[in-house]
């Protein structure tokens, strides 16, 4: 029997989620709430959104769905798996409890200090005065989170004094993001890398590592954003890496989660730096990472439906084998972004870049308007090559990206600069 699956959420993310599934011989139909224009070639897309927990679950029941795969953390934060679950539905994703470990920034370093695993040292405030104390005092630069959910804006590294006392004055007076907490951490220095693991309790799964990019602009220069491109593998970081990674810092924090009676079941995303003391986390995030999802899904030649079944329903997980191909990718986003920008522009070129083969393009911001694809977030496509070496990948990249004939789009030609291919 085939299986109806609902994919929760509209973005890159997602679009590579649907692709994986659409690869599973077991998954028949696929609906997406919402999708988006990319999305609707692979499932059908329902007009609801990630936060709509129990409009979602009565969609889930009228349409006798048989898996839900939750993608963004806002619906993962609004407790969507509690709902589900409470309905006797099947749902990947951590319930509202274990999402903490993304939702606050201050709980997951409080869980690292517990259960001794590596990260920057910290101090969180709520009150402005004291904040700007602390920083004035410190070193420089120093990093400032907020402590809630800001749509991967709300990371910001002042080089001076004057700068972090503005980003403490938006977080904790003009209250940018929200009522909330900042977490103040010391700068550390080194190449990061995303290390994502389905996880089941205190099961720990590894996926293939990946690297994304931040910074909106060449040189890794220019503001925060989303991510702006991403490979799988990366070849700056060993295996011997990956394994201390993995013994010391994910499957502890996975024990540390059930032992403080939030276990944690789905993707735990752990954002982490190789530095001159060893690998240190940066951030955990209770879902897949985007765009790293993009080039990492590519590379899994199991099937996918049969991973996420076997989380949802604590059964033994099958193996779960990696490609050796590299994939690469760039995030085409609307002029403007991390910042204010336009949206319908018309995108064109796509069919013939996905025809070059060993070509994927996940649409990550876009919509149909009167039968034509268009702009409508600030990250717009992300276009992956893969290859038998970085090299290779790249250039099947770029070439595709070279045919999308967009008036509002730029992207970062440099992906990968770190390991010489740029």
């Known amino acids: 029997m085939k299986h109806k699956v609902l994919v929760v959420g509209g973005g890159g993310r997602c679009h590579a989620i649907v692709d994986a599934l659409s690869r599973s011989p077991k998954v028949g139909k696929i609906y997406c709430a919402p999708g988006n224009a990319g999305i609707a070639a692979q499932a059908e897309c329902v007009p609801l959104k990630e936060t709509q927990t129990e409009a979602l679950r009565d969609f ?36 509202k409890a274990a999402a903490t470990i993304e939702s ?20 969180t405030f709520e009150d402005y005065a004291g904040a700007v104390e602390y920083v004035r005092n410190g070193k420089f630069p120093v990093v400032l989170k907020y402590d809630g959910l800001a749509a991967g804006k709300g990371v910001v590294i002042p080089e001076t004094f004057a700068e972090a ?9 003009d209250d940018k993001f929200g009522k909330g907490k900042v977490v103040v951490e010391e700068f ?11 996880v089941d309790g205190k099961d720990v799964y590894p996926m293939a590592i990946s690297q994304d990019h931040k910074r909106a602009y060449e040189g890794d220069k220019g503001p925060n954003t989303g991510g702006m491109g991403a ?25 540390g989660m059930v032992a403080e009676g939030c276990p944690f079941k789905g ?62 990718g760039f995030v085409m986003a609307s002029k403007g972004y991390p910042g204010s920008y336009d949206k319908g522009f018309e995108i064109d070129g796509i069919e013939e870049a996905e025809a070059l083969g060993n070509v ?58 770190r390991c010489g291919v740029s």
């Open 231 to 255: 490979y799988s593998p990366v070849p700056l970081i060993s295996d011997e890496d990956v394994e201390y990674s993995l013994e010391k810092i994910m499957k502890p924090v996975a024990a």
């Open 104 to 123: 606050s920034k201050d709980f997951a370093k409080r869980l690292m200090d517990k259960y001794n695993v590596p990260t920057a040292a910290f101090r």
């Open 267 to 328: 993707v735990l995303y752990g954002g982490l730096m190789k530095t001159p003391d060893g690998v240190k986390v940066i951030e955990f995030n209770c879902r897949f990472g985007d765009p790293e999802t993009e080039v990492v899904l590519p590379r899994l030649e199991s099937d996918i439906y049969d991973i996420f079944s076997a989380v949802s329903d604590n059964t033994p997980m099958p193996e779960i084998k990696w490609s050796d191909d590299v994939t690469i």
């Open 60 to 95: 889930a029941k009228e349409n006798d769905i048989d898996l839900t795969v939750v993608g963004p953390e806002v619906a993962l934060a609004a407790g969507i798996a509690d709902v589900f679950k409470a309905a006797g539905l099947r749902i990947f994703g951590p319930d």
């Open 165 to 173: 006392e503005d980003v403490l004055k938006d977080m904790l007076l």
């Open 360 to 417: 994927r393009i996940y649409h990550m911001g876009t919509a149909m308007k009167d039968g034509r694809i268009v702009t409508s977030g600030g990250r717009v496509l992300m276009v992956v090559g893969s290859g038998p070496d970085l090299k290779a990948a790249r250039e099947k990249a770029l070439k595709a990206v070279s045919l999308i004939r967009c008036d509002n789009l730029f992207w970062r030609n440099d992906i990968g600069w």
């Open 188 to 198: 550390l220095t080194g190449p990061e890398f995303s290390f994502m693991c389905f």
